[in-house]
């Protein structure tokens, strides 16, 4: 396993996805992993390639994506898939529940969708004489909320405290999630009429923002065929590739990738400028700054490396800082150009360190 010293600049210049060569680095690396080497029958790489392979399989042709989505949720965040009908946004959010293991719940939010349908909520038992805690879908390892703008704001916000602390309390009594604890939201932009937009609190709590986009004509050519042959792949007949264990195994291990103080004030720079920059209403906070970390992290060590580079925080920095900012166009409507455009300029002008500038 290579140092971060002397040869992490050397390694810098490698294309983002060349680490996936060296599986093996990560095999006995560090205190206690070489213990539990015996429990992987193949590299930790290698069985993130099979995961996003697996998930390739039912989303043709979204390889970025997916590489995305795992990012976020090795790094421990939530993802929000955001885009038109039709382009496989729940099926995405299926298909890594299912490559992941663990229990799978899907939450389809509706206007007349309570908290307590979320979360669970006392009932009353007549054998026992008391009110007993009967589990809400929350309750699961993934969890996939579908077209989340739909509920109100009152349910919206019995995520809240999920989303950040991985529990939930109902009737005074706090209740830890199951771990992993993953969410997965889905909502269409451009049908506003029975929505209620996600508070910014909320937003925040986004550790990505997601668009699947139309597929190429040739992978929608390829579908088509794949269905007429009845060969299509679903997310049910998908098969685990981890263990909720071990996935929690390789998110610990991603936390201790090592990122220079270069790369970290480079990061800060980028943040601060957010918040100052005259086109913005909001910039980013610092909940942003950690996740944009955390996502280099885990881009580095699904790549096989146990450093950061600077072509791992740029790959992810649009995905993770997006959707904090907040721009006013005309009529004082959000105008979400103006705040990519504007993140855009800020990467663009401000440098990377001296010794980062190869990995560009």
């Known amino acids: 396993?290579?140092?971060?010293?002397?040869?992490?600049?050397?390694?810098?210049?490698?294309?983002?996805?060349?680490?996936?060569?060296?599986?093996?680095?990560?095999?006995?690396?560090?205190?206690?992993?070489?213990?539990?080497?015996?429990?992987?029958?193949?590299?930790?790489?290698?069985?993130?390639?099979?995961?996003?392979?697996?998930?390739?399989?039912?989303?043709?042709?979204?390889?970025?994506?997916?590489?995305?989505?795992?990012?976020?949720?090795?790094?421990?965040?939530?993802?929000?898939?955001?885009?038109?009908?039709?382009?496989?946004?729940?099926?995405?959010?299926?298909?890594?529940?299912?490559?992941?293991?663990?229990?799978?719940?899907?939450?389809?939010?509706?206007?007349?969708?309570?908290?307590?349908?979320?979360?669970?909520?006392?009932?009353?038992?007549?054998?026992?004489?008391?009110?007993?805690?009967?589990?809400?879908?929350?309750?699961?390892?993934?969890?996939l909320a579908d077209e989340i703008?739909?509920?109100?704001?009152?349910?919206?916000?019995?995520?809240?405290?999920?989303?950040?602390?991985?529990?939930?309390?109902?009737?005074?009594?706090?209740?830890p999630l199951p771990a992993p604890w993953l969410l997965l939201a889905t909502q269409n932009p451009l049908d506003s009429e029975g929505t209620f937009p996600l508070p910014e609190a909320q937003m925040d709590r986004f550790m990505m923002r997601l668009s699947i986009g139309y597929p190429e004509a040739r992978e929608e050519i390829r579908m088509l065929e794949m269905m007429s042959a009845g060969e299509q792949q679903t997310p049910e007949g998908l098969r685990p590739v981890v263990s909720p264990r071990q996935w929690e195994t390789m998110a610990g291990e991603s936390r201790t990738v090592h990122c220079s103080p270069e790369l970290l004030a480079y990061m800060v720079r980028i943040v601060q400028a957010t918040r100052s920059a005259p086109e913005l209403e909001q910039g980013a906070s610092p909940r942003a700054s950690r996740d944009w970390l955390r996502a280099s992290q885990a881009a580095a060590y699904i790549a096989g490396r146990d450093y950061v580079r600077p072509a791992d925080v740029k790959a992810v920095a649009m995905p993770v800082l997006a959707h904090r900012l907040s721009a006013r166009g005309a009529y004082g409507q959000p105008d979400r150009g103006s705040a990519l455009r504007v993140l855009e300029r800020l990467q663009t002008e401000t440098p990377l360190p001296g010794s980062a500038k190869a990995g560009k």
């Open 1 to 143: 396993m290579q140092s971060q010293s002397g040869q992490e600049r050397d390694m810098w210049e490698e294309p983002l996805g060349a680490g996936q060569a060296h599986g093996q680095r990560w095999q006995g690396a560090g205190p206690g992993w070489s213990a539990q080497q015996e429990d992987w029958p193949e590299p930790r790489q290698a069985l993130l390639a099979r995961m996003a392979a697996r998930s390739e399989s039912v989303l043709l042709g979204k390889g970025e994506v997916i590489g995305f989505a795992m990012t976020a949720m090795l790094a421990g965040g939530h993802v929000l898939l955001e885009d038109v009908p039709g382009v496989g946004k729940t099926l995405l959010a299926r298909a890594l529940a299912r490559v992941l293991g663990g229990k799978f719940q899907r939450i389809q939010f509706t206007a007349d969708l309570l908290p307590a349908d979320v979360t669970g909520s006392a009932v009353w038992s007549s054998k026992m004489e008391e009110f007993l805690y009967r589990e809400g879908p929350i309750m699961a390892n993934v969890v």
């Open 149 to 175: 703008n739909r509920a109100s704001p009152r349910t919206q916000s019995a995520l809240l405290e999920a989303m950040e602390e991985r529990a939930v309390t109902v009737d005074g009594v706090t209740r």
